[in-house]
């Protein structure tokens, strides 16, 4: 890997805020975090530009709703290619959690997340974005 330096110009107020900022989140230097925010910024441009892209997505609820583990689990039957695994977590006697993830086209990624989180009786959803890796050295 060919590393390079630059320099950057910037407000002192944002630099100090910048430095407070990276404080709180532990990082241990400038490039690390910069470095972070910059891969951030790719992994967008690859979901908005319907890259290929990894997601996690999560779904908490109650499994006494009629037929809605039926309907969860159907959905992931119907997008087979873009599941790649998942874990049903029994949280209480009526909570469950379930956590998928996928890999694909992340338009197909959202709207199967959309399909499952709409579902009737899901309490709370969501989709996290990450990416493949490849583009990100
Ligand atoms: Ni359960």
């Given at each position: 890997m060919n590393i390079i330096r630059f320099g950057i110009s910037l407000p002192a107020a944002l630099s100090k805020k910048f430095d407070q900022l990276i404080k709180k989140k532990k990082y241990s230097n400038r490039s690390e975090a910069i470095r972070d925010l910059i891969r951030n910024a790719l992994v967008e441009e690859e979901v908005e530009t319907n890259r290929e892209v990894v997601a996690v997505v999560n779904l908490l609820y109650d499994h006494h709703k009629r037929q809605l583990s039926e309907r969860l689990t159907q959905l992931q039957h119907s997008h087979h290619?873009?599941?790649?695994?998942?874990?049903?977590?029994?949280?209480d006697h009526?909570?469950?959690?379930?956590?998928?993830?996928?890999?694909?086209?992340?338009?197909?990624?959202?709207?199967l997340a959309d399909l499952l989180i709409s579902s009737k009786g899901v309490k709370h959803g969501n989709l996290n974005f990450s990416s493949t890796g490849k583009n990100l050295e």
């Open positions: 290619h873009l599941v790649l695994s998942s874990m049903h977590v029994h949280l009526l909570n469950c959690l379930e956590t998928i993830v996928m890999q694909g086209m992340s338009r197909d990624v959202k709207q």
